[in-house]
Nanobody
Framework: QVQLVESGGGLVQSGGSLRLSCAAAGRTFSPYAMGWFRQAPGKEREVVASIIRSGGTYYADFVKGRFTISRDNAKNTVYLQMNNLEPEDTAVYYC????????????WGQGTQVFVSS
């Protein structure tokens, strides 16, 4: 069984930065892709960024130029560096993993709260 554990959330002022981490624990784990999602109160969950094993990345338009996703395959850890945060970024952030390019995100973390004050 694989567990994804997020950390790094918290309270930050508008314009500030946070770095989220997601560590995979459990059996040998080599997912095809890992991603960050977020869900704000009253809104649907949305993808923020993702990174595949080879290093290719995807970013939602609303975070381009502000967030950076990275991955340490040796540590089974994915990071999300968030700069120039805005109140609209307030949400619970989840990391997730998909094992192949033909499967959905099968593994999810418990989420970490990010709150950006104006």
């Amino acid at each position: 069984q694989v567990q994804l554990v997020e950390s790094g959330g918290g309270l930050v002022q508008s314009g500030g930065s946070l770095r989220l981490s997601c560590a995979a624990a459990g059996r040998t784990f080599s997912p095809y892709a890992m991603g960050w999602f977020r869900q704000a109160p009253g809104k649907e969950r949305e993808v923020v960024a993702s990174i595949i094993r080879s290093g290719g990345t995807y970013y939602a338009d609303f975070v381009k130029g502000r967030f950076t996703i990275s991955r340490d395959n040796a540590k089974n850890t994915v990071y999300l560096q968030m700069n120039n945060l805005e109140p609209e970024d307030t949400a619970v952030y989840y990391c997730a993993a998909r094992m192949t390019d033909r499967t959905a995100y099968d593994y999810w973390g418990q989420g970490t709260q990010v709150f950006v004050s104006s």
